[in-house]
């Protein structure tokens, strides 16, 4: 096999034990899920997204200063992410709540480690973080458009107020193609392909963990005593 293809493979693996096994998407398939905990859910992705741009600035910074051919890749992702940061603010406004960065009790611990897991592989192997982005973007082809589907039907959500998903299920699919094409470019030995698969896996753990915090994720005394009655639908 190709390593494009030892990737493709683990990443598919993954997304199908997550998503058939995490409590997040079968709650969202059983209309489950609060709006309260989509309304966590984006604000997480917003600082998910705010915090892309800044590492993708290192990681270029890291790949010209060892002379890797990875720095037209990684300037195009650059180029590619920016803006995206805004569209779960605007998703939080068509839900009727308007993005307070001072609401920090939503952001949970495991996107931190998600964003901290990047940061470690582009100062340590940066094929390590192409197979990272690999995943995140292959994930939300996989698994997004059926979760978005699940969320409207089932949990009252519409897909207008979910662009932060659905704009990206869109960009990356041909974000995808290039990533794999791109893994086979940078693949040099057997240990890089080891190496890239372990990333995936280990993306998936952080993920993983993260819908299930989601799952299971209420507000704080304080901050619930305070949240709009039509948020607690």
């Not at 270029?60 to 590619?80: C, G």
Request: glycine letters at 2%; proline letters at 4%; one cysteine or more.
């Amino acid at each position: 096999m190709q390593p494009h293809e030892l990737v493709k493979k683990a990443i598919e693996d993954k997304t199908k034990e997550i998503t058939s096994s995490n409590a997040f998407f079968l709650d969202a398939e059983n209309g489950r899920l609060s709006k309260d905990q989509i309304i966590t859910y984006l604000h997480c992705l917003k600082f998910y997204f705010e915090n892309t741009l800044p590492n993708l600035e290192i990681s270029i910074n890291n790949a010209k200063s060892n002379n890797l051919k990875m720095v037209p890749f990684l300037e195009e992702k650059w180029e590619e992410e920016k803006g995206h940061d805004q569209w779960p603010v605007n998703d939080l406004a068509r839900l009727g709540h308007t993005y307070d960065p001072s609401e920090e009790y939503r952001r949970v611990s495991e996107i931190e480690e998600l964003v901290d897991l990047a940061v470690e592989m582009i100062n340590g192997n940066l094929k390590d973080f192409a197979a990272y982005m690999t995943f995140t973007e292959y994930f939300s082809v996989l698994c997004g458009p059926t979760l978005l589907d699940n969320l409207e039907k089932y949990c009252g959500v519409p897909k207008t107020a979910m662009t932060a998903i659905d704009y990206h299920i869109e960009v990356d699919v041909k974000h995808v193609q290039d990533d794999l094409k791109f893994i086979d470019e940078i693949a040099e030995s057997e240990e890089d392909v080891q190496s890239m698969v372990k990333a995936v896996d280990r993306t998936a753990d952080v993920v993983n963990r993260f819908f299930l915090r989601l799952s299971t994720w209420t507000q704080p005394i304080a901050q619930a005593n305070n949240i709009s009655p039509q948020l607690n639908a």
